[in-house]
């Protein structure tokens, strides 16, 4: 399956962030834990050259802590600035304020020194779907950027001011406009930040079996109830639909049904917590 979606909204969305950077002190860079890598926008990083960046490693509930810590090594190594949260529960609202605090303070202490007290501007970016506006809410306590588990929820753009002196810029979500490295964009699919539309279901529940039967063998048995996960992934499609009852009157088995739900699953860490990324060197 070769992966290709950039629509017309992304082209116009990267050009009120290219405008938007002038204008904002920092930016914040949402970036989902479970695919950190592949969540890396080239694009973005272009944009926002010499701006101070904050890194949110979010859904953090979502993947095992050990592996976090991996990348949160690997930022530290490079010398970045990140916190690792989970922005459902905003527990790390307090943590993301002093870091912001921290990223401007050269800023910050310039403009305390004519006496002058400045607000902190910071633009929220990230691909799609990695949890841009939730953040946005868990930092404002309140549902002010609308939300929602499909990419290309926010469109327009729109500024969120805090108690504390911060004002935030939510983002529509944005890919590279091609992909180079096609396994990226296979993880992406398989975070959400990509249309399901465009893919081809049968082929992104095949690499979910492929994932399982090296990553989650006992977890994707258990769900489906069954013995193994056969060496034919043709079979275990038929395993998977056969366990779910998932029939076509008498013609066989309804394949998109157990695509799609396969799909579900694996989104939803029924088939276990999932780990797509590994700093380089690592695993
Ligand atoms: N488990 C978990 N889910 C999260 C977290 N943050 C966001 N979500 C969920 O992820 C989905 C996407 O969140 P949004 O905040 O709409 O993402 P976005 O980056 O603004 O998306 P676009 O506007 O489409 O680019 C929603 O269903 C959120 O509830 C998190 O820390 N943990
Ligand atoms: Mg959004």
Not at 68 to 75: C, G, I, Q
Not at 192 to 212: F, P, Q, R, T, V
Request: net charge positive.
């Amino acid at each position: 399956m070769h992966i290709q979606w950039y629509p017309g909204h992304m082209t116009k969305a990267m050009r009120m962030m290219q405008e938007a950077v002038k204008q904002v002190d920092c930016v914040i860079y949402m970036l989902d834990c479970r695919a950190i890598a592949s969540c890396i926008n080239p694009k973005f990083d272009e944009m926002i050259a010499g701006k101070p960046t904050l890194y949110i490693l979010g859904k953090s509930d979502l993947v095992e802590a050990k592996d976090v810590k991996l990348w949160s090594s690997y930022f530290a190594s490079q010398g970045k600035n990140f916190v690792i949260a989970d922005n459902i529960s905003g527990r790390q609202r307090g943590q993301i304020i002093d870091k912001l605090k921290l990223i401007n303070k050269p800023m910050l202490d310039k403009y305390a020194s004519k006496g002058a007290n400045k607000s902190i501007r910071a633009m929220v970016v990230g691909v799609p779907n990695t949890g841009k506006s939730t953040l946005i809410n868990s930092l404002c306590a309140s549902k002010r950027a609308i939300t929602g588990n499909r990419p290309g929820v926010t469109r327009g753009k729109q500024w969120v001011s805090l108690a504390e002196g911060i004002e935030l810029l939510d983002t529509p979500g944005a890919v590279p406009p091609a992909f180079e490295d096609q396994q990226k964009a296979l993880h992406l699919a398989f975070i959400g930040s990509i249309k399901e539309d465009i893919l081809h279901l049968d082929e992104l529940a095949i690499e979910i079996i492929n994932y399982c039967r090296k990553n989650n063998y006992d977890r994707f048995c258990e769900r489906y109830r069954l013995e193994k996960i056969d060496e034919d992934n043709v079979q275990v499609f038929d395993d998977v639909a056969k366990s779910r009852g998932y029939l076509l009157g008498k013609k066989g088995y309804d394949y998109d049904r157990t695509a799609k739900a396969m799909i579900y699953d694996f989104k939803n860490q029924k088939l276990g917590k999932i780990m797509l990324d590994y700093p380089e060197n690592q695993k």
